[in-house]
């Protein structure tokens, strides 16, 4: 039954810190689309609430992910070929959340030097890796 509830834990932690990694790209399209400094400032104030909002989502998908690892034991993770893999594409996934805290930061100091092409590209791309996970997750392929 615990492990039921880690998996329930981290399923929904997953889903609430995804849901801001999709959402801080499409914020930094529109900050980039703009010229008003007023504009730049709001959206300085919400790309920052942001990211630290779902900050503890990121790091409650970890714990209870590695509490699933443990209540499975070694064995089962040794195993487990599709969780190697899914693993990779996690861990890709918290790159690319600490590198939209690097852009965050230029955007913080007006020093941003992309367009708002880039960050619509930046906010679909993950997109991709999040289907992978699930396919990995669900279909356990090997």
Do not use: C
Not at 21 to 50: C, G, N, W
Not at 102 to 124: G, I, P, Q
Not at 127 to 142: G, H, R, S, W
């Amino acid at each position: 039954m615990t492990i039921l509830w880690f998996k329930a834990l981290h399923v929904f932690f997953m889903v609430a810190w995804l849901a801001g990694i999709f959402y801080l790209p499409r914020l930094f399209v529109y900050h980039a689309s703009t010229e008003e400094q007023a504009v730049k400032d709001q959206f300085k104030i919400m790309e920052r609430r942001l990211w630290w909002f779902v900050l503890p989502f990121a790091i409650l998908t970890l714990v209870f992910g590695l509490f699933l690892i443990h209540s499975y034991g070694m064995d089962w993770f040794r195993q487990a070929g599709w969780l190697h893999a899914k693993i990779m594409l996690v861990l890709a996934i918290y790159g690319y959340y600490f590198y939209l805290f690097v852009l965050m930061k230029k955007f913080a100091r007006d020093a941003n030097t992309h367009s708002s092409k880039f960050y619509r590209f930046l906010n679909e791309a993950p997109v991709f890796v999040l289907l992978a996970i699930v396919v990995l997750a669900v279909v356990k392929p090997f």
